[in-house]
Protein backbone atom coordinates (compact mmCIF):
# COMPACT_ATOMS: atom_id res chain seq x y z
CA UNK A 1 0.00 0.00 0.00
CA UNK A 2 1.45 3.54 -1.05
CA UNK A 3 2.50 5.69 2.23
CA UNK A 4 -0.74 8.32 2.10
CA UNK A 5 0.56 11.96 0.31
CA UNK A 6 1.05 15.04 2.91
CA UNK A 7 0.84 17.32 0.53
CA UNK A 8 -2.74 16.29 -0.46
CA UNK A 9 -4.96 19.07 0.97
CA UNK A 10 -7.33 16.78 3.32
CA UNK A 11 -11.30 17.52 2.96
CA UNK A 12 -13.63 15.69 5.34
CA UNK A 13 -17.02 14.66 3.94
CA UNK A 14 -17.89 12.09 6.53
CA UNK A 15 -21.17 12.30 8.77
CA UNK A 16 -19.33 12.28 11.72
CA UNK A 17 -17.02 13.14 12.71
CA UNK A 18 -17.38 16.45 10.97
CA UNK A 19 -14.96 19.20 10.27
CA UNK A 20 -14.95 21.94 12.66
CA UNK A 21 -14.74 25.70 12.98
CA UNK A 22 -10.90 27.47 13.16
CA UNK A 23 -13.15 29.08 16.11
CA UNK A 24 -13.76 25.95 17.89
CA UNK A 25 -10.56 24.52 17.58
CA UNK A 26 -9.12 27.03 19.10
CA UNK A 27 -11.08 26.81 21.79
CA UNK A 28 -10.33 22.94 22.56
CA UNK A 29 -6.59 24.22 22.28
CA UNK A 30 -7.25 26.51 25.82
CA UNK A 31 -6.18 24.77 28.87
CA UNK A 32 -8.34 22.90 30.67
CA UNK A 33 -10.67 25.09 33.19
CA UNK A 34 -11.36 23.19 36.70
CA UNK A 35 -14.72 21.78 36.47
CA UNK A 36 -16.40 22.94 39.77
CA UNK A 37 -14.53 26.41 39.46
CA UNK A 38 -16.90 29.50 38.29
CA UNK A 39 -15.37 30.38 35.33
CA UNK A 40 -16.23 26.80 34.03
CA UNK A 41 -20.11 27.19 35.39
CA UNK A 42 -20.65 29.73 33.70
CA UNK A 43 -19.76 28.43 30.72
CA UNK A 44 -21.92 25.28 31.48
CA UNK A 45 -24.51 27.10 32.50
CA UNK A 46 -24.46 29.40 28.78
CA UNK A 47 -24.18 25.83 27.41
CA UNK A 48 -27.15 24.25 28.95
CA UNK A 49 -29.07 27.65 28.52
CA UNK A 50 -28.46 27.77 24.83
CA UNK A 51 -29.03 23.87 23.83
CA UNK A 52 -33.07 23.90 24.26
CA UNK A 53 -33.04 26.11 21.27
CA UNK A 54 -31.72 23.30 19.42
CA UNK A 55 -34.05 21.71 20.22
CA UNK A 56 -36.83 23.15 20.31
CA UNK A 57 -37.80 22.25 23.59
CA UNK A 58 -38.42 23.61 27.35
CA UNK A 59 -36.87 20.85 28.97
CA UNK A 60 -33.47 20.46 30.27
CA UNK A 61 -31.21 19.16 28.29
CA UNK A 62 -28.81 16.75 30.18
CA UNK A 63 -25.67 16.31 28.92
CA UNK A 64 -22.86 13.25 29.29
CA UNK A 65 -19.39 12.42 28.66
CA UNK A 66 -19.63 10.23 25.85
CA UNK A 67 -20.43 9.52 22.24
CA UNK A 68 -24.02 9.84 20.87
CA UNK A 69 -24.50 5.91 22.07
CA UNK A 70 -24.38 6.74 25.32
CA UNK A 71 -26.91 9.03 25.25
CA UNK A 72 -29.08 6.11 23.20
CA UNK A 73 -28.18 3.94 25.97
CA UNK A 74 -28.86 6.84 28.61
CA UNK A 75 -32.83 6.57 27.18
CA UNK A 76 -32.68 2.49 27.53
CA UNK A 77 -30.92 2.54 30.77
CA UNK A 78 -33.62 4.85 31.93
CA UNK A 79 -36.80 3.91 30.24
CA UNK A 80 -36.84 0.53 29.84
CA UNK A 81 -37.82 -2.38 32.51
CA UNK A 82 -36.78 -6.15 31.96
CA UNK A 83 -39.62 -8.19 30.75
CA UNK A 84 -41.76 -5.10 29.87
CA UNK A 85 -42.94 -4.72 25.97
CA UNK A 86 -40.87 -1.88 24.22
CA UNK A 87 -41.26 -0.77 19.81
CA UNK A 88 -38.26 -0.17 18.36
CA UNK A 89 -38.10 0.92 14.64
CA UNK A 90 -35.07 0.03 12.43
CA UNK A 91 -34.80 1.05 8.85
CA UNK A 92 -30.73 1.17 8.87
CA UNK A 93 -27.85 0.66 10.84
CA UNK A 94 -28.53 3.38 13.50
CA UNK A 95 -31.76 2.10 14.00
CA UNK A 96 -30.89 -1.62 14.56
CA UNK A 97 -28.90 0.08 17.33
CA UNK A 98 -31.67 0.72 19.47
CA UNK A 99 -32.55 -3.22 18.73
CA UNK A 100 -29.65 -4.09 20.48
CA UNK A 101 -29.65 -1.35 23.10
CA UNK A 102 -33.12 -2.68 23.94
CA UNK A 103 -32.16 -6.44 24.02
CA UNK A 104 -29.02 -5.62 26.46
CA UNK A 105 -31.59 -4.29 28.81
CA UNK A 106 -33.81 -6.98 28.88
CA UNK A 107 -37.21 -5.75 27.23
CA UNK A 108 -39.79 -7.54 25.48
CA UNK A 109 -38.79 -6.33 22.33
CA UNK A 110 -41.28 -5.77 19.40
CA UNK A 111 -39.90 -5.12 15.77
CA UNK A 112 -40.77 -2.86 12.95
CA UNK A 113 -38.41 -3.40 9.96
CA UNK A 114 -39.40 -1.67 6.94
CA UNK A 115 -36.03 -2.53 5.60
CA UNK A 116 -32.84 -0.49 5.02
CA UNK A 117 -33.44 2.67 2.90
CA UNK A 118 -37.16 3.00 3.66
CA UNK A 119 -38.91 5.35 5.67
CA UNK A 120 -40.76 4.46 8.77
CA UNK A 121 -44.52 4.42 8.46
CA UNK A 122 -46.63 6.10 10.97
CA UNK A 123 -49.47 4.14 9.78
CA UNK A 124 -48.00 0.97 10.65
CA UNK A 125 -46.22 2.04 14.26
CA UNK A 126 -50.00 2.87 15.13
CA UNK A 127 -50.99 -0.62 13.87
CA UNK A 128 -48.69 -2.38 15.52
CA UNK A 129 -49.35 -0.16 18.76
CA UNK A 130 -52.90 -1.23 18.74
CA UNK A 131 -52.15 -4.77 18.46
CA UNK A 132 -49.29 -4.04 21.59
CA UNK A 133 -51.18 -1.81 23.89
CA UNK A 134 -48.80 -2.78 26.74
CA UNK A 135 -46.02 -1.28 24.79
CA UNK A 136 -45.18 2.10 26.67
CA UNK A 137 -41.87 2.96 25.15
CA UNK A 138 -41.23 3.46 21.41
CA UNK A 139 -37.80 4.26 19.66
CA UNK A 140 -37.17 5.70 16.56
CA UNK A 141 -34.66 7.52 14.82
CA UNK A 142 -35.04 11.17 12.60
CA UNK A 143 -31.71 11.15 10.30
CA UNK A 144 -30.56 7.25 9.51
CA UNK A 145 -26.78 8.36 8.73
CA UNK A 146 -26.47 4.60 7.17
CA UNK A 147 -28.78 5.41 4.22
CA UNK A 148 -29.54 9.43 4.07
CA UNK A 149 -32.97 8.92 4.77
CA UNK A 150 -34.72 11.47 7.04
CA UNK A 151 -37.72 9.64 8.81
CA UNK A 152 -41.03 11.68 9.90
CA UNK A 153 -41.29 12.53 13.49
CA UNK A 154 -43.87 14.66 13.49
CA UNK A 155 -46.12 11.59 12.37
CA UNK A 156 -44.35 9.08 14.30
CA UNK A 157 -45.38 11.08 17.32
CA UNK A 158 -49.14 11.35 16.82
CA UNK A 159 -49.19 7.63 16.65
CA UNK A 160 -47.25 6.98 19.88
CA UNK A 161 -49.54 9.87 21.25
CA UNK A 162 -52.19 8.12 20.40
CA UNK A 163 -51.50 4.87 22.33
CA UNK A 164 -50.22 6.75 25.51
CA UNK A 165 -46.57 5.99 24.43
CA UNK A 166 -43.13 7.45 25.19
CA UNK A 167 -41.29 8.22 21.81
CA UNK A 168 -37.59 8.38 22.30
CA UNK A 169 -35.86 9.65 19.14
CA UNK A 170 -32.24 9.56 18.29
CA UNK A 171 -31.33 13.12 16.39
CA UNK A 172 -27.45 12.36 16.59
CA UNK A 173 -27.31 13.34 12.79
CA UNK A 174 -29.88 15.44 11.98
CA UNK A 175 -29.57 17.79 15.44
CA UNK A 176 -28.89 21.49 14.07
CA UNK A 177 -29.15 20.01 10.31
CA UNK A 178 -32.62 18.97 9.93
CA UNK A 179 -36.16 20.97 11.00
CA UNK A 180 -36.50 19.24 15.02
CA UNK A 181 -39.40 20.64 17.24
CA UNK A 182 -39.57 18.84 20.01
CA UNK A 183 -41.94 20.30 22.09
CA UNK A 184 -44.62 20.98 18.85
CA UNK A 185 -44.42 17.37 17.78
CA UNK A 186 -44.68 16.19 21.21
CA UNK A 187 -41.46 13.88 21.32
CA UNK A 188 -40.57 12.75 25.07
CA UNK A 189 -36.89 12.00 24.81
CA UNK A 190 -34.68 13.09 22.18
CA UNK A 191 -31.09 12.37 22.29
CA UNK A 192 -28.14 13.71 20.16
CA UNK A 193 -23.95 13.88 20.12
CA UNK A 194 -21.42 16.82 19.51
CA UNK A 195 -19.85 15.39 16.49
CA UNK A 196 -22.06 16.13 13.66
CA UNK A 197 -23.64 19.46 12.92
CA UNK A 198 -22.94 20.96 16.29
CA UNK A 199 -19.73 20.75 14.75
CA UNK A 200 -17.27 19.78 17.54
CA UNK A 201 -15.46 16.78 18.33
CA UNK A 202 -16.91 13.76 19.77
CA UNK A 203 -17.03 13.06 23.31
CA UNK A 204 -20.19 15.07 24.46
CA UNK A 205 -23.89 13.48 24.07
CA UNK A 206 -27.58 14.95 24.86
CA UNK A 207 -30.83 14.13 26.49
CA UNK A 208 -33.56 16.15 26.13
CA UNK A 209 -35.95 14.37 28.14
CA UNK A 210 -39.80 16.00 29.19
CA UNK A 211 -40.85 15.21 32.81
CA UNK A 212 -43.26 12.58 31.75
CA UNK A 213 -40.26 10.88 30.80
CA UNK A 214 -38.90 11.68 33.58
CA UNK A 215 -41.40 10.32 36.03
CA UNK A 216 -41.35 6.96 33.84
CA UNK A 217 -37.59 6.85 34.58
CA UNK A 218 -38.08 7.61 38.06
CA UNK A 219 -40.80 4.02 38.45
CA UNK A 220 -39.14 1.35 39.83
CA UNK A 221 -38.10 -2.54 38.32
CA UNK A 222 -35.39 -0.87 36.32
CA UNK A 223 -31.76 -2.53 36.07
CA UNK A 224 -30.45 0.30 37.81
CA UNK A 225 -27.97 2.45 35.93
CA UNK A 226 -25.17 5.31 37.43
CA UNK A 227 -23.23 7.29 35.55
CA UNK A 228 -26.28 7.74 32.69
CA UNK A 229 -29.20 8.58 35.76
CA UNK A 230 -31.15 10.86 34.05
CA UNK A 231 -32.21 11.99 37.92
CA UNK A 232 -28.73 12.12 39.13
CA UNK A 233 -27.70 14.45 35.71
CA UNK A 234 -30.77 16.99 35.95
CA UNK A 235 -30.40 17.35 40.03
CA UNK A 236 -26.78 18.49 39.58
CA UNK A 237 -27.71 20.85 36.38
CA UNK A 238 -30.63 22.51 37.75
CA UNK A 239 -28.38 23.38 40.83
CA UNK A 240 -27.18 27.26 41.06
CA UNK A 241 -24.25 27.61 39.62
CA UNK A 242 -25.47 24.47 37.27
CA UNK A 243 -23.06 21.56 37.83
CA UNK A 244 -22.14 18.13 36.55
CA UNK A 245 -22.71 15.05 38.52
CA UNK A 246 -19.25 13.95 37.09
CA UNK A 247 -15.97 15.22 35.79
CA UNK A 248 -16.93 16.22 32.31
CA UNK A 249 -14.82 16.63 28.91
CA UNK A 250 -14.20 20.14 30.10
CA UNK A 251 -12.77 21.55 26.51
CA UNK A 252 -15.49 19.98 24.71
CA UNK A 253 -17.84 21.92 26.54
CA UNK A 254 -15.73 25.24 25.92
CA UNK A 255 -15.19 24.09 22.05
CA UNK A 256 -19.65 23.60 21.93
CA UNK A 257 -20.04 26.85 23.58
CA UNK A 258 -18.19 28.46 20.94
CA UNK A 259 -19.86 25.87 18.23
CA UNK A 260 -23.76 27.14 19.86
CA UNK A 261 -22.43 30.82 19.60
CA UNK A 262 -21.43 30.39 15.57
CA UNK A 263 -25.23 28.49 15.47
CA UNK A 264 -27.06 31.59 16.91
CA UNK A 265 -24.61 34.09 14.62
CA UNK A 266 -25.83 32.35 11.46
CA UNK A 267 -29.81 31.68 12.81
CA UNK A 268 -31.05 28.48 13.15
CA UNK A 269 -33.44 29.03 10.07
CA UNK A 270 -30.36 29.94 8.14
CA UNK A 271 -28.54 26.83 9.37
CA UNK A 272 -31.58 24.94 8.42
CA UNK A 273 -31.82 26.37 4.88
CA UNK A 274 -28.17 26.12 4.18
CA UNK A 275 -28.06 22.54 4.86
CA UNK A 276 -31.29 21.92 2.76
CA UNK A 277 -29.88 24.16 -0.26
CA UNK A 278 -26.10 21.84 0.22
CA UNK A 279 -28.14 18.82 -0.36
CA UNK A 280 -30.39 19.83 -3.23
CA UNK A 281 -26.92 20.19 -4.64
CA UNK A 282 -25.60 17.12 -4.01
CA UNK A 283 -28.56 15.59 -5.50
CA UNK A 284 -28.56 17.37 -8.40
CA UNK A 285 -24.97 16.70 -9.02
CA UNK A 286 -25.42 12.41 -8.98
CA UNK A 287 -28.69 12.69 -10.97
CA UNK A 288 -26.74 14.42 -13.78
CA UNK A 289 -23.92 11.70 -13.70
CA UNK A 290 -26.79 9.36 -14.28
CA UNK A 291 -26.16 8.04 -10.69
CA UNK A 292 -29.79 6.88 -8.40
CA UNK A 293 -30.09 7.76 -4.79
CA UNK A 294 -30.12 5.06 -2.29
CA UNK A 295 -33.60 4.27 -0.76
CA UNK A 296 -36.62 6.86 -0.67
CA UNK A 297 -35.13 10.35 0.15
CA UNK A 298 -36.56 13.07 -0.32
CA UNK A 299 -36.68 17.22 0.67
CA UNK A 300 -36.30 15.86 4.16
CA UNK A 301 -32.95 14.46 3.18
CA UNK A 302 -30.67 17.31 4.14
CA UNK A 303 -27.72 15.07 6.45
CA UNK A 304 -26.51 13.13 4.29
CA UNK A 305 -26.81 12.40 0.17
CA UNK A 306 -26.68 8.17 -0.31
CA UNK A 307 -25.64 7.51 -3.96
CA UNK A 308 -25.86 3.99 -5.41
CA UNK A 309 -22.57 3.26 -7.11
CA UNK A 310 -23.18 1.86 -10.66
CA UNK A 311 -22.48 -2.06 -10.28
CA UNK A 312 -20.36 -1.99 -13.57
CA UNK A 313 -17.57 -1.00 -11.24
CA UNK A 314 -15.85 -2.15 -7.83
CA UNK A 315 -17.88 0.51 -5.48
CA UNK A 316 -15.40 -0.98 -2.96
CA UNK A 317 -12.86 1.13 -4.26
CA UNK A 318 -14.35 4.42 -4.73
CA UNK A 319 -14.29 5.41 -1.18
CA UNK A 320 -10.25 4.91 -0.40
CA UNK A 321 -9.32 6.14 -4.23
CA UNK A 322 -11.47 9.82 -3.01
CA UNK A 323 -9.38 9.64 0.14
CA UNK A 324 -5.93 8.26 -1.35
CA UNK A 325 -5.66 10.31 -4.04
CA UNK A 326 -7.91 13.33 -3.76
CA UNK A 327 -7.79 13.73 0.00
CA UNK A 328 -11.94 12.91 0.03
CA UNK A 329 -12.97 11.19 3.17
CA UNK A 330 -16.38 10.21 2.18
CA UNK A 331 -18.46 7.05 3.80
CA UNK A 332 -19.17 4.22 1.64
CA UNK A 333 -21.95 1.92 2.54
CA UNK A 334 -22.02 -0.35 6.10
CA UNK A 335 -22.98 -3.61 6.42
CA UNK A 336 -24.65 -5.07 3.58
CA UNK A 337 -24.43 -1.91 1.48
CA UNK A 338 -20.90 -1.97 1.96
CA UNK A 339 -19.24 -1.63 -1.95
CA UNK A 340 -23.12 -0.58 -3.14
CA UNK A 341 -22.95 3.17 -1.95
CA UNK A 342 -21.08 6.60 -1.16
CA UNK A 343 -22.56 9.08 1.39
CA UNK A 344 -21.42 12.62 0.83
CA UNK A 345 -22.14 14.13 4.08
CA UNK A 346 -23.22 18.02 4.47
CA UNK A 347 -24.02 18.42 8.12
CA UNK A 348 -22.63 21.23 10.08
CA UNK A 349 -19.29 23.01 8.68
CA UNK A 350 -19.84 22.25 5.41
CA UNK A 351 -19.99 24.76 2.25
CA UNK A 352 -20.74 25.11 -1.15
CA UNK A 353 -17.29 24.46 -2.46
CA UNK A 354 -17.10 21.13 -0.49
CA UNK A 355 -19.74 19.90 -2.57
CA UNK A 356 -18.96 21.01 -5.99
CA UNK A 357 -14.83 19.46 -4.67
CA UNK A 358 -16.12 16.28 -4.03
CA UNK A 359 -18.09 15.67 -6.98
CA UNK A 360 -15.63 16.55 -8.97
CA UNK A 361 -13.47 14.31 -7.37
CA UNK A 362 -15.80 11.78 -7.78
CA UNK A 363 -16.16 12.46 -11.22
CA UNK A 364 -12.67 11.43 -11.98
CA UNK A 365 -13.01 8.07 -9.69
CA UNK A 366 -15.45 6.90 -11.24
CA UNK A 367 -13.62 7.13 -15.01
CA UNK A 368 -10.89 6.10 -13.54
CA UNK A 369 -12.58 2.85 -12.50
CA UNK A 370 -14.51 2.64 -15.97
CA UNK A 371 -17.89 4.34 -15.62
CA UNK A 372 -18.91 6.91 -18.82
CA UNK A 373 -18.26 10.15 -17.47
CA UNK A 374 -18.80 13.21 -18.80
CA UNK A 375 -16.38 15.38 -17.23
CA UNK A 376 -18.13 18.26 -15.35
CA UNK A 377 -21.47 17.18 -15.60
CA UNK A 378 -22.33 16.87 -11.91
CA UNK A 379 -20.64 19.86 -11.13
CA UNK A 380 -22.12 21.61 -13.36
CA UNK A 381 -25.29 20.41 -11.91
CA UNK A 382 -24.75 21.41 -8.58
CA UNK A 383 -23.41 24.84 -9.13
CA UNK A 384 -26.76 25.63 -11.37
CA UNK A 385 -28.44 25.05 -7.76
CA UNK A 386 -26.48 27.21 -6.15
CA UNK A 387 -26.53 30.18 -8.69
CA UNK A 388 -30.60 29.63 -8.65
CA UNK A 389 -31.01 29.55 -5.33
CA UNK A 390 -29.46 34.07 -5.37
CA UNK A 391 -27.80 33.64 -2.16
CA UNK A 392 -24.10 33.24 -1.71
CA UNK A 393 -23.21 30.17 0.54
CA UNK A 394 -20.86 30.53 3.00
CA UNK A 395 -17.69 28.08 3.36
CA UNK A 396 -19.96 27.52 6.55
Known amino acids: MEPPNPYIKKYLMTAGPTPIPPQVSQAMAEPPLYHRGPAFQEILRRVLGRLPAMFGTDNDVLMFGAAGTGAMESAVANLVRPGEPVLACA ?17 ELWRYEPGWGRRLDAGEIDRLLTEQPDVRVVFATL ?17 ARAHGAILA ?28 ALMCPPG ?46 VNIVRALDVALGLIEDEGLDQVLARHDL ?3 AARAGAGALGLDLYGDPDERSTVV ?36 ILRIAHCGYFGAFDILTTLSA ?30 PVPSA
Open 91 to 107: AGKFGDRWIELCEAYGA
Open 143 to 159: SETSTGIVHDIQAIAES
Open 169 to 196: VDVISGLGATELRQDEWGVDVVVAGSQK
Open 204 to 249: LSFASVSERALEHAAEPGGMGRYYLDWARTAKAQRKDPPNSPFTPP
Open 278 to 280: LAR
Open 305 to 340: TAIELPATIDGGKVPKLLRDRYGITANGGQEQLKGR
Open 362 to 391: LELVLSELGHDVEMGTGVGAAQQVFLEAGV
